[in-house]
């Protein structure tokens, strides 16, 4: 879950998936009443999503990392890493660093066009 002042951003849902903006001023079921947007099926299901100057960042558990307008839910852009997800993504600086199930970390540089810094395996 990745929150600002006023939308809260979480990922879920079973069986289908779904990456949902909800107004943070209510209380009890918001899920509709609440609702700002939602994406399409293919956000993820265990990692969260990262925050950062009015973007959203999300990878799927299926590799599929995406950059969400924060404000309407519009896709800037998406690239398939290709591996397994279940770790959500950390900020540091300018750079989001994302790790899969098999041990590759990546590097991905914050903004509006995709920009794949460095990928490394673990060992």
């Not at 069986?15 to 209510?26: E, H, S, T, V």
């Not at 970390?105 to 794949?116: H, I």
Request: glycine residues 12%; positive net charge; aromatic residues 12%.
């Amino acid at each position: 879950m990745a929150f600002n002042a006023d939308t809260v951003f979480a990922t879920g849902g079973y069986p289908q998936k779904g990456l949902l903006a909800i107004r943070a001023d209510g209380a009890g079921d918001v899920t509709r009443s609440h609702l700002r947007w939602k994406s399409d099926a293919k956000a993820g299901y265990v990692p969260s999503p990262l925050l950062h100057e009015g973007l959203l960042y999300a990878v799927s558990d299926t590799g599929l990392m995406r950059c969400y307008d924060a404000a309407g839910g519009q896709v800037v852009w998406e690239h398939a890493l290709k591996a397994p997800f279940y770790s959500s993504p950390v900020l540091v600086g300018d750079r989001i660093y994302v790790f899969d199930r098999k041990g590759k970390g990546y590097v991905v540089k914050t903004g509006r066009q995709f920009e794949l810094l460095g990928a490394s395996r673990l060992s």
